[in-house]
Nanobody, 128 residues
Framework: VQLQASGGGLVQAGGSLRLTCAAS????????IAWFRQAPGKEREFVAV????????DYVDSVKGRFTISRDNAGNTVYLQMISLKPEDTAVYYC??????????????????????WGRGTLVTVSS
């Protein structure tokens, strides 16, 4: 399994970006995909997760109402649409895939250790 995140960039506060996570591997549609972020000097933080089917999602409170995670299983792709961006959203964003196979328990999916595969991050910088 390989994951590739893209779509980061520099945006002013209040602006929008859409991140894309492209995945390889035959198990994509069986597993949950998450976005995490890591700001300089801080630990990696859970942002959002989407279930294998795409019917269920979970978000960290700080992005609810501003970020939307979605997936296209036919295209092996997950998206993170971000609006109303704030300077505190500045971080390297990573996508990750678990290997639970058709099993979605949001409380267990908020920690980095729940994921076996990680892509290289994409940098999002929000200027004030």
């Amino acid at each position: 399994v390989q994951l590739q995140a893209s779509g980061g960039g520099l945006v002013q506060a209040g602006g929008s970006l859409r991140l894309t996570c492209a995945a390889s591997g035959r198990t994509f549609s069986a597993n949950n995909i998450a976005w995490f972020r890591q700001a300089p000097g801080k630990e990696r933080e859970f942002v959002a997760v989407i279930s294998y089917s795409g019917r269920s999602t979970d978000y960290v409170d700080s992005v609810k109402g501003r970020f939307t995670i979605s997936r296209d299983n036919a295209g092996n792709t997950v998206y993170l649409q971000m609006i109303s961006l704030k300077p505190e959203d500045t971080a390297v964003y990573y996508c990750a895939q678990d290997q639970t196979n058709y099993y979605f328990v949001p409380d267990k999916l908020r920690i980095p250790g729940a994921y076996e595969y990680w892509g290289r991050g994409t940098l999002v910088t929000v200027s004030s």
